[in-house]
């Protein structure tokens, strides 16, 4: 069993930066897939980043060259950091767990593919 924190949320305004911070327990952090997905209140949740084991990275397009994953193996930690944030990025940010090997990203964009899921974060962008 896999448990995975999320911290780092908050309220911003628009244009400010924000780091989320998602720490896992376990031994086998490191081949895990680590995702980041988004749900906006009446929206269904939505793919955001994924960083495979092998250090693959795939965005969704909305977030591409403002946000960046990353993982620290040594500390059981994935982090996103979200720059130049719209309002549009307000949600609450959930990180997850796949242990699946996927040949292609399409099955990373599929949360129904991701095994642990943490509590998520509350991410506020004010205008």
């Known amino acids: 069993q896999v448990q995975l924190v999320e911290s780092g949320g908050g309220l911003v305004q628009a244009g400010g930066s924000l780091r989320l911070s998602c720490a896992a327990s376990?031994?086998?952090?490191?081949?895990?897939?680590m995702g980041w997905f988004r749900q906006a209140p009446g929206k269904e949740r939505e793919f955001v980043t994924v960083l495979t084991s092998g250090g693959n990275i795939a965005y969704e397009n909305s977030v591409k060259g403002r946000f960046t994953i990353s993982r620290d193996n040594a500390k059981n930690t994935v982090y996103l950091q979200m720059n130049s944030l719209k309002p549009e990025d307000t949600a609450v940010y959930y990180c997850a767990a796949s242990v699946k090997y996927c040949s292609g990203y399409g099955c990373y964009r599929n949360s129904s593919n991701y095994d642990y899921w943490g509590q998520g974060t509350q991410v506020t962008v004010s205008s």
């Open positions: 376990g031994r086998t952090f490191r081949w895990y897939a």
